[in-house]
Every structure is written in C-alpha cells, then in structure tokens.
T-cell receptor
Framework: DTGVSQDPRHKITKRGQNVTFRCDPI?????LYWYRQTLGQGPEFLTY????????KSRLLSDRFSAERPKGSFSTLEIQRTEQGDSAMYLC????????????FGQGTRLTVV | GENVEQHPSTLSVQEGDSAVIKCTYS??????FPWYKQELGKGPQLIID?????GEKKDQRIAVTLNKTAKHFSLHITETQPEDSAVYFC???????????FGTGTRLQVFP
C-alpha cells in the first residue's frame, strides 16, 4: 500500500464548470476526510465518512459541493458551477477507527478556477 | 468550536540549533494533538503526535510537550538540518469526530 492517493494532482477549470476529484484511502482505513487548504493557511475540515456514511459536513461545504463514498472504499468530491473562490488545494486523509486517530494525508488536488 | 493558534509564523535557525513552535487550543475536550510537516506542493506528513493523557513524547530529534491546564502544546526540533525546512502545522481534535482543527502554520528555514 502506497498511502492515500488523490487524482488528479492538478486541475485547471473555467468558472462555471463542474469538477470531480477522487481519493483512494489506505486500504484498511474506515474513516476518510476531505480538507481544503488555501495559500498560507492550514487545512480546513470539509467533511468526513465512516465507511460509506457521511457523518459530518462543515459550513464551508456549500450546496455546490457534494461528496460520496460508495461501498466505503474510494471517495469523490464534486464541485458544481465552480467559482474563483474555490481555487485551493483539496486534501484527502484517512484513518483507522477503533482507537487509532492518526490521519494520513494524500498529496492533494490543486484546483485553479480561471 | 475549537480554535488553534500557532506561533511564530516564520522561524529561521542556523543548522544545528534548536527550533520551538508553540500552539494553544481553546476547547478543553480536545484530546489528540498531531504535528504535520508540509513541503512545497505536497500533502501534510504526520511527524509526531501526543494524546491528552501524556505530557511529553520524543522521537529522535523531535519532541512534543503538552500542558493541559494552560491548553498549549509545543514542538521541539533539536540539531536542525536543512532538510527540516518546511511548513509545520499543529492540530487538535476531539475524541469521537477525529476531525482536525489546524493552526495557521510555521515556516521553518534552516540555514547551512
């Protein structure tokens, strides 16, 4: 297992277009998290899944954002009608339930909305 | 909700010197405090963590201390090397959610 994998690494899109990102967590990890990081800031929590159930969503996750984790494996994050303010690094992390709290991050997807 | 403050925002040290980064948190229910190192263009990498039932933890050149009463925790790097240069983030989380609340980061530069 090579860790958390995110695809694509970079995405440039025009304002108003839809984009979808994928995250493949570490295989035995039940929890999967999405964070957003803007330049010069720490990552901000967006949402997280325990297996296939989405347990919490941040206020940062507007109606244009949707995340899924079918079958409790990989996850997708879709942004509809992108805006320039959506430009950021989108980070995925995973952790193992049952007492283990260490979260391991992927390399992120850098989104640029032009 | 939880709020994490981190200082300093930038830190420059000579190779071989020690570096200390400090964080404070607001929610007394927070019980897990990891530190991440982030290099340019990469995701954060977990380097050390501490839980609320422990006051100090050490791993080679890196140590973390936690003062629950004062609600602050610190990262100590000894014998710094140029490859330690990166942005370091502290974070806090509450048992149950495990979502992390991050500080604003410290850019550490180690000069040879």
């Amino acid at each position: 297992d090579t860790g958390v994998s995110q695809d694509p690494r970079h995405k440039i899109t025009k304002r108003g277009q839809n984009v979808t990102f994928r995250c493949d967590p570490i295989s035995e990890h039940n929890r999967l998290y999405w964070y957003r990081q803007t330049l010069g800031q720490g990552p901000e929590f967006l949402t997280y899944f325990q297996n296939e159930a989405q347990l919490e969503k941040s206020r940062l996750l507007s109606d244009r954002f949707s995340a899924e984790r079918p079958k409790g494996s990989f996850s997708t994050l879709e942004i509809q009608r992108t805006e320039q303010g959506d430009s950021a690094m989108y980070l995925c992390a995973s952790s193992y339930l049952q007492g283990h709290t260490e979260a391991f991050f992927g390399q992120g997807t850098r989104l640029t909305v032009v | 909700g939880e709020n994490v403050e981190q200082h300093p925002s930038t830190l420059s040290v000579q190779e071989g010197d020690s570096a200390v980064i400090k964080c404070t948190y607001s929610d007394s229910a927070s019980n897990y405090f990891p530190w991440y190192k982030q290099e340019l263009g990469k995701g954060p990498q977990l380097i050390i963590d501490i839980r609320s039932n422990v006051g100090e933890k050490k791993d080679q050149r890196i140590a973390v201390t936690l003062n629950k009463t004062a609600k602050h925790f610190s990262l100590h790097i000894t014998e710094t090397q140029p490859e330690d240069s990166a942005v370091y983030f502290c974070a806090a989380s509450i048992r149950g959610t495990d979502k992390l609340i991050f500080g604003t980061g410290t850019r550490l530069q180690v000069f040879p």
